[in-house]
């Protein structure tokens, strides 16, 4: 979750979020650093003007121009290899 990100590019500091939904700075602080309860995020969500999806954005999502490879493979720890390649229908 990216939700210390979101609520700076809403235009407001964990401190400001905090005395929004009756929290001290340190507990936003930790319940963001750890594992917010929906409600807590329905909260911040409702503070900053936003819903609570755009604390789930996906940051690792490449690009529409990445150079994706076409053929990866994979080495698990029992010392399997898979191999995965790149197919027509993966193209977008």
Same mark, same amino acid.
């Given at each position: 979750?990216?939700?210390?990100?979101?609520i700076?590019?809403?235009?407001?500091?964990i401190?400001? @979020?905090?005395?929004?939904?009756?929290?001290?700075? *340190?507990?936003?602080?930790?319940m963001? *650093? *750890?594992?917010p309860? @929906? $409600?807590t995020?329905?909260?911040?969500?409702?503070?900053i *003007?936003c819903?609570?999806?755009?604390?789930?954005?996906d940051?690792?999502a490449?690009?529409? $121009?990445a150079?994706?490879?076409d053929?990866?493979? @994979?080495?698990?720890?029992?010392g399997?290899?898979?191999?995965y390649k790149?197919t027509d229908?993966d193209?977008?």
């Amino acid at each position: 979750m990216i939700i210390s990100k979101v609520i700076r590019e809403h235009g407001f500091t964990i401190e400001q @979020v905090a005395e929004k939904i009756g929290l001290k700075r *340190g507990s936003l602080a930790n319940m963001i *650093g *750890g594992n917010p309860t @929906v $409600d807590t995020l329905q909260k911040i969500a409702d503070a900053i *003007g936003c819903s609570r999806s755009e604390f789930f954005a996906d940051e690792t999502a490449a690009p529409a $121009d990445a150079d994706i490879p076409d053929e990866i493979s @994979v080495t698990w720890k029992k010392g399997k290899t898979v191999k995965y390649k790149k197919t027509d229908e993966d193209e977008t």
